[in-house]
Every structure is written in structure tokens, then in C-alpha cells.
């Protein structure tokens, strides 16, 4: 299926960058009744982007999908940014991500939390780790764990990490400590089977490495902080891309040793170029931004992205309220949109 097709517009070259509000913190919507259809705190979503580049179609339809599968249970939508990665985070891309979300009408309740103030909440949860002896430090460098991820490690899955820190002898350790490189610490997990149901996709079930908790800078790793985000905010149902399914036993198993409940979970289908990769700029216009500049408006790129999951029709401009009565996650497609 083609790009011009879905969006019903002809694609543009050189197109220039949407104009954004300062910030958007919070976007608040009183909710009609008819919008409770099932009920229930423990469906509460929330969407998580990264402020490391502009968001694309497929980012903004899986924004879209966790928002109707948390609003038509009658839920609260919540939004977080995931800033850990400083070097990778840009100045001025979340409050462009914000806009963008606000532009196709979705809204979310209170203000937006960012990992960049929670260093507290992480660090005290990876001290108890420790305390329970649940971690070990990793002195191991890039290219050490690219050389032993890539040998056989029985019931490891390929490119896991095989614990070669984890038996260190103490003079080992000494020797390595010495030498001056930071260690990242690791949490043990004895190669667990982790096993979860998702809603879209069905059982799915992955094998555990010793996954990192703290970076050698002393960075929470992604792995921990969205458990212990998820569980402070009260998310009950996490909707996000198929690509990241297979985190997902990682970070069950990281809340299983923190003591914490485990959310509910839908991977829904990529969007991906017509070559079948990843959405990328050499794809055309597949930000909001180039669909704006190529005649576009907002809504119309709504329905287009509502329409690539069967919830429209062509040419139909459905309202939000049209796509919450219509929205079913049973009947959702779940293989991927070639654009």
C-alpha cells in the first residue's frame, strides 16, 4: 500500500518544519459520559516517547491506539517523557511531540511526567536491589559483550549477555576495579522464562539475560525505569509498538524482583516504508509536520491513521467520540502497515 494512497495526498519534497507551542504540560478534556463504557482504573494507559527526534506516523498512530484503548474504558490517558538518554535527548523535540499529539486531539490528565526528575525513585529501588544482593558491576565494555553476546550460551537466546562478570573471583574484580572503567550494575537473572499473554498478539514468551539496571554513567537503564514508573503512576494496560515485545519479559521480570504488579499489555502492528523498513525521512513525508506541508490538516492525517487499522472509512473524517464507540482491539490488525 502506498504512501500517497493511506494519506490521500500527493507527497512532497523539501518540506518544512511544523511551527509548535513553547509547552503543553497538560491537556485536560472533561470526558461525556458516554465515553465510560467499561470502567476501571486498572485499564489506565499512557504513551512515552523519547525526545530524540520528531515523531512519525506510526509513532502518532500507536499514540492514537493507546489513547482509545485507554479512553474507551472510561481511563485515565497519562503522558510521560522518556529523557534519560541525555546525549540523545534534543532541545525542543518533547514540546514538539506534545504539540504534535495536541494537533490530532488527543489529551491526557495532569501534567507530564519526565524521567529526568525521578533520579530519586530509580535510585532508591536499584539501592534495595542491592541490598537484597539481587546485582553485580559489569566491567565489561561494548565490544567485550558484542564478542561473547555472539557465542552459544545454552538457554540464552542469541545476543544475550552470558554473565561474564556474574562468578567474578575477587581478585578479578579487584584487577578490573583498578583499572579504572566504571562499572555498569547488573541484575541476576538466572536465565528466568518469562511468559504474558498480550491482547493483540497472544502468549509470548522470552528467555531473561542478566539485564543492566544502572549504565556504567550511572544512568538508570530503560528496563527499570518504566516499571518503576508504570507502577508509581498506576498504568494498568501498556500499549505500544510490536517492535518492543520483546522487552517486555525484561521488564516483567524486573518487577517480579521489585515486588511490584504487572500492567497489561497490547504491541500493536508497525508502520513501515513501502521497502519495508522502519519509517524513516528518505520515505518522504511521514512526520505531521510534511503531511501538514503537503495540504494536510491535522485531522485528515487522524483519519488517515484511523483508517490504517479499519476504524474509517475512505474520505471520512471521523471525531474522536465516532472512533471511541467503533474502537474493538479484537478486531484490530496485527501484522504491519507497508505505507
Not at 506534545?98 to 533520579?119: E, F, I, M, N
Request: glycine fraction near 10%; include cysteine; charged fraction near 25%.
Amino acid at each position: 500500500m502506498m504512501l500517497d494512497h493511506v494519506l490521500g495526498c500527493k507527497v512532497s519534497e523539501g518540506l518544512p518544519a511544523i511551527v509548535t507551542t513553547p509547552r503543553l504540560e497538560g491537556i485536560m478534556r472533561p470526558m461525556p459520559a458516554d465515553r465510560h463504557i467499561h470502567g476501571g482504573e486498572d485499564a489506565t494507559g499512557r504513551y512515552a516517547p523519547s525526545p530524540t527526534g520528531t515523531l512519525h506516523l506510526g509513532n502518532l498512530r500507536t499514540a492514537l491506539l493507546a489513547w482509545l484503548f485507554a479512553r474507551s474504558q472510561g481511563a485515565r490517558f497519562l503522558m510521560r517523557i522518556d529523557d534519560l538518554d541525555r546525549q540523545r535527548v534534543r532541545p525542543g523535540i518533547a514540546e514538539q511531540q506534545l504539540a504534535d499529539l495536541a494537533a490530532l486531539g488527543l489529551d491526557w490528565d495532569g501534567p507530564v511526567v519526565r524521567q529526568s526528575g525521578r533520579l530519586e525513585a530509580y535510585a532508591a529501588e536499584i539501592a534495595q536491589l542491592d541490598a537484597d544482593g539481587a546485582l553485580y558491576p559489569c566491567f565489561c565494555t561494548r565490544a567485550e559483550i558484542r564478542q561473547a553476546a555472539s557465542a552459544p550460551h545454552g538457554a540464552l537466546p542469541e545476543g544475550s549477555y552470558p554473565g561474564t562478570c556474574r562468578e567474578l573471583t575477587r581478585a578479578e574484580r579487584a584487577a578490573r576495579e583498578a583499572s579504572g572503567r566504571p562499572p555498569a550494575l547488573r541484575l541476576r537473572a538466572e536465565a528466568a522464562t518469562v511468559a504474558f499473554t498480550d491482547r493483540l498478539l497472544g502468549r509470548y514468551e522470552g528467555t531473561v539475560d542478566d539485564l543492566v539496571v544502572r549504565r556504567n554513567d550511572g544512568v538508570p537503564a530503560y528496563n527499570l525505569a518504566v516499571v518503576v514508573d508504570d507502577t508509581a503512576a498506576g498504568v494498568g494496560e501498556v500499549v505500544r509498538g510490536a517492535d518492543l515485545i520483546e522487552t517486555t519479559p525484561r521488564q516483567l521480570h524486573v518487577a517480579a524482583r521489585l515486588g511490584m504488579p504487572t500492567p497489561r499489555y497490547a504491541h500493536v502492528p508497525l508502520l513501515l516504508g513501502a521497502d519495508g523498513a522502519r519509517l524513516a525521512k528518505r520515505h518522504g513525508a511521514v512526520t505531521l509536520a510534511g503531511r501538514v506541508a503537503a495540504g494536510q490538516s491535522p485531522l485528515e492525517v487522524r483519519a488517515a491513521l484511523a483508517r490504517s487499522v479499519g476504524l474509517a472509512a475512505p474520505r471520512e473524517l471521523p471525531t474522536l467520540d465516532e472512533l471511541l464507540h467503533r474502537f474493538d482491539p479484537s478486531v484490530l490488525p496485527t501484522e504491519p502497515t507497508v505505507l
